[in-house]
């Protein structure tokens, strides 16, 4: 039987290789213009695709960006070096060098998308469930594993604390100008993040 107007018509899905090439075309783009001003246009461009070819995949430039920000390099294992203190660096950090908010790349993404998350509704809730969500669990086992020890009080606000060392170093990076680096993250967690934590232990 042959397919009427009204029939929906499977359209080849765009995956593999072919995928990750729009994503990091989308990332280059977000790095160059910002979020408000990237379109589909300039992302099927850098990418050598046809702008039909993106919205096989992505109905708008939000679930495109998000996808390629999701698809950017996200902790395998959670932290486990015994203490809080060690585990909050190699979270904050990386294992090495250019890890974590060390990655300048990392940071200029994040700084590209501040104002979209104010702005779209749909960009922030899709970026939140995608993106924060994943790295907010490693988090918090970070804390559960840290109270588990011992090392945390137990009646610390694990939830504010763990927005602590994040929310202070951006702030001073983006607000301030400082240069990430692992002295400012130390200095957080040293001066601000265990005290918190540990008072009352």
């Known amino acids: 039987m042959s397919p009427t107007d009204g029939d929906q018509i499977p359209r080849p899905r765009v995956e593999g290789d072919r995928e990750q090439e729009i994503l990091a075309a989308t990332l280059e783009v977000l790095g160059d213009v910002g979020y408000d001003r990237l379109t ?19 109905t708008n430039k939000a ?14 294992e959670v932290p486990d070096t015994g203490s809080l203190r060690g585990d909050l660096e190699q979270l904050f950090c990386g294992a090495s060098p250019g890890d974590g908010l060390m990655d300048p790349a990392q940071v200029a993404l994040l700084g590209s998308v501040v104002t979209a998350i104010a702005r779209d509704a749909d960009f922030a809730t899709a ?15 970070v804390w559960e594993r840290a109270r ?15 927005t602590a060392l994040p929310g202070i170093v951006l702030h001073r990076v983006f607000v301030l100008g ?7 993250v130390a200095r957080v967690i040293d001066q601000i993040v265990l ?6 232990t």
Not at 40 to 58: F, G, I
Not at 148 to 162: F, H, K, P, Q, W
Not at 195 to 200: D, N, S
């Open 40 to 58: 589909m246009d300039a992302v099927a461009a850098r990418a050598r695709a046809s702008k039909a070819t993106l919205y096989r995949r992505w």
């Open 195 to 200: 005290p918190a934590a540990t008072r009352g």
């Open 127 to 141: 970026w939140r469930e995608q993106v924060v969500s994943a790295k907010r669990a490693v988090s918090h086992l």
């Open 63 to 76: 679930r495109l960006v998000v996808d390629a920000l999701h698809s950017t390099k996200t902790p395998s």
């Open 178 to 184: 400082d240069e990430p680096s692992p002295e400012l």
């Open 148 to 162: 588990e020890r011992g090392e945390v009080a137990a009646d610390a606000d694990l939830d504010l604390l763990e």
